[in-house]
């Protein structure tokens, strides 16, 4: 993240988001505090040493964790899919929640086929 990109219009990289989803506002403070200068909402996955300022949503979580990342990132996706009407709350969602874990190169060419 370059400082600058939600508030410095003269830049190329300037952007204007509608919404700012963070997974440590520890680690990711410019961009919190660059949404507070444009009112931007923030959400966060915040752990129990995360500061909660300048952010408008907190949710509980372990945001330390690669797969309980993927997992928060899943749910998160799901939940917006379901609330906008596109996968039913009766029906299971088909995409398998390893697909939003990171994975090394190396672990992804030798895999077996």
């Known amino acids: ?22 997974t440590d506002p520890l680690l990711d403070h410019q961009p919190v505090r660059e949404a507070s200068y444009v009112n931007v909402p923030v959400i966060a996955f915040c752990d129990s040493d995360s500061p909660l300022a ?31 009407g596109a996968v039913p709350r009766s029906e299971d969602w088909s995409v398998a929640v390893d697909l939003f874990f990171y994975r ?3 672990d992804i060419e030798d895999a077996p086929a």
């Open 1 to 22: 993240f370059t400082p600058g990109t939600f508030t410095n219009q003269i830049t190329k990289q300037f952007r204007e988001p509608r919404l700012l989803i963070v």
């Open 54 to 84: 300048n952010v408008d949503v907190a949710i509980p979580a372990n945001n330390k964790g690669k797969h309980s990342i993927g997992l928060l990132y899943w749910l998160l996706a799901r939940e917006v899919l379901r609330l906008r």
């Open 104 to 106: 090394e190169l190396k």
